[in-house]
């Protein structure tokens, strides 16, 4: 059976756990699509994954044993379609968002409706930079917050993956941008368009004034973030208090009590429609990637301490083929 590098871990820990492997190569099952990946990204949530910190998640989508892979977004080309698969080609470029965790590999097997065709502004790392934290941002903001032009929003962490994204976008819908980030990364956030730049380190919530949509990718302590909407604000959490997280998810249920205000989380389940939505964001100039760094897939470890140590500006890339200029 032919076989493929890909990105494994034989037990939970730091990065170093990753290295670069061998695995039988997948093929395309009915209504999928076998694509030869040229870049995928790291998230933030692959962090906590390898980590050990949310087992029964990791277990659930790359099952319980080892090795475990890694990889969530995708851009590369078509190399086969399974059966009932209409619409793409053989070569064809694509991205998309896995929810199996397996686009850290020279191929990927992947539902046909998680892909739609490259826009042809973006290079294959772009688009990989691009694919699960832009549809998520713009769920977030559209779908969610339902944000309206004059609006002002918070961000927590607007300098990373989702909150880069989430600063551009809710700029070019006309609001009034705050974000938080870290000290080394406020020129970025500011770049991106956020008319207001805060180091998290040192800001006090209540020294922030009030806001009609807070969009908190970071997680803790929700409550009092919360208490920064305006009345008819809207928070949206794309992320919880691992730390924390039997009081964090009971937050989250309890808010529904406050009805309109109460705090929304969701997890993501991008679609062929969802990319197809952030084409055309980007086709406009009103989003764009933000890249800090390409490893190549032979330093996976490398790529994850990157994220891990902080200061990342967007996203940090990592490259399978090498990357068309
Ligand atoms: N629900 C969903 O569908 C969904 C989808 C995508 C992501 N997520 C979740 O969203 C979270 C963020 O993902 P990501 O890929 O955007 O991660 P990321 O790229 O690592 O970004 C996180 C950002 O938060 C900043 N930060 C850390 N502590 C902070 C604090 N106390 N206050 C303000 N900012 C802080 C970090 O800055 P420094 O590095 O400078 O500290 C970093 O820029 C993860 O938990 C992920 O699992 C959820």
Redesign the pocket.
């Known amino acids: 059976m032919a076989q493929m590098r890909a990105a494994l871990y034989d037990r939970y820990g730091p990065p170093e756990v990753l290295y670069e492997g061998s695995l039988p190569r997948p093929a395309a099952g009915p209504g999928q699509v076998l694509v030869r990946v040229h870049a995928t990204s790291v998230?933030?949530?692959e962090?906590?994954g390898r980590a050990g910190r949310v087992k029964a998640v990791t277990g659930l989508v790359g099952g319980r044993g080892f090795p475990k892979r890694l990889g969530i977004d995708l851009a590369g080309e078509v190399a086969a379609l399974g059966a009932d698969v209409t619409g793409l080609t053989v070569g064809q470029p694509v991205w998309g968002v896995s929810r199996a965790m397996n686009t850290a590999a020279e191929y990927a097997a992947i539902d046909a409706n998680r892909l739609a065709p490259l826009p042809p502004e973006l290079t294959y790392a772009q688009a990989a930079a691009l694919a699960?934290?832009g549809t998520?941002a713009v769920?977030a903001l559209r779908d969610e917050a339902r944000l309206r032009p004059g609006e002002r929003l918070l961000v927590?962490?607007?300098?990373?993956?989702?909150?880069s994204i989430v600063v551009q976008l809710a700029r070019a819908e006309g609001a009034h941008v705050t974000a938080?980030?870290?000290a080394?990364?406020l020129d970025l956030v500011r770049e991106l368009g956020a008319h207001e730049c805060v180091d998290?380190r040192t800001a006090a919530p209540p020294d922030l004034g009030r806001f009609d949509v807070v969009v908190d990718?970071?997680?803790?302590d929700l409550r009092a973030w919360r208490r920064l909407l305006a009345p008819g604000g809207r928070m949206v959490a794309?992320?919880f208090d691992l730390d924390r997280a039997a009081s964090s998810l009971g937050y989250l249920a309890a808010s529904a009590v406050h009805g309109p205000r109460r705090v929304r989380?969701?997890?993501?389940n991008p679609r062929r429609a969802d990319l197809d939505r952030l084409a055309a964001l980007v086709a406009r100039g009103a989003v764009r990637p933000v890249v800090d760094r390409i490893f190549p897939l032979s330093q996976i470890a490398a790529a994850h301490r990157a994220?891990e140590d902080?200061?990342?500006r967007g996203?940090i890339v990592v490259e399978i083929q090498p990357v068309r200029p």
């Open positions: 998230n933030g949530g962090l906590y699960g934290v998520t769920t927590r962490g607007g300098a990373g993956g989702v909150g938080l980030a870290g080394s990364t998290y990718t970071v997680g803790t794309v992320s989380f969701f997890s993501g994220l902080g200061g990342v996203k």
